[in-house]
């Protein structure tokens, strides 16, 4: 069992940056996968980014490459979401969640979900 807490989120002007968090408990942390979805209003949930259990490897969204870093700390328990240039489409919940040992960028593939955490970015 996992369990993943956001944080982070809040209000900024397009252009600036904001860094999520995302905890886990457990200890088999590195064994998981990390991703991070997003869902706006009216909209249905999409994928962002994903990092592998070593962080050796990574994966984005084609509309967040360049703007979104993902990263992580095994030793924390802990993954990012480094978000610069936000604009106002970018206001959405965003989500963490795990995946055992799998890379993925369909929201099906991930075991457990965090509450999510506001991110809501103002013209």
């Known amino acids: 069992q996992v369990q993943l807490v956001e944080s982070g989120g809040g209000l900024v002007q397009a252009g600036g940056s904001l860094r999520l968090s995302c905890a886990a408990s457990?200890?088999?942390?590195?064994?998981?996968?990390m991703g991070w979805f997003r869902q706006g209003p009216g909209k249905e949930r999409e994928f962002v980014a994903v990092i592998s259990g070593s962080g050796g490897s990574t994966s984005y969204a084609d509309s967040m490459k360049g703007r979104f870093t993902i990263s992580r700390d095994n030793a924390k328990n802990t993954v990012y979401l480094q978000m610069d240039n936000l604009k106002p489409e970018d206001t959405a919940v965003y989500y963490c969640a795990a995946a055992k040992e799998i890379m993925a960028r369909s929201a099906r593939v991930y075991d457990y979900w965090g509450q999510g955490t506001q991110v809501t970015v103002s013209s």
């Open positions: 457990g200890r088999t942390f590195s064994r998981y996968a």
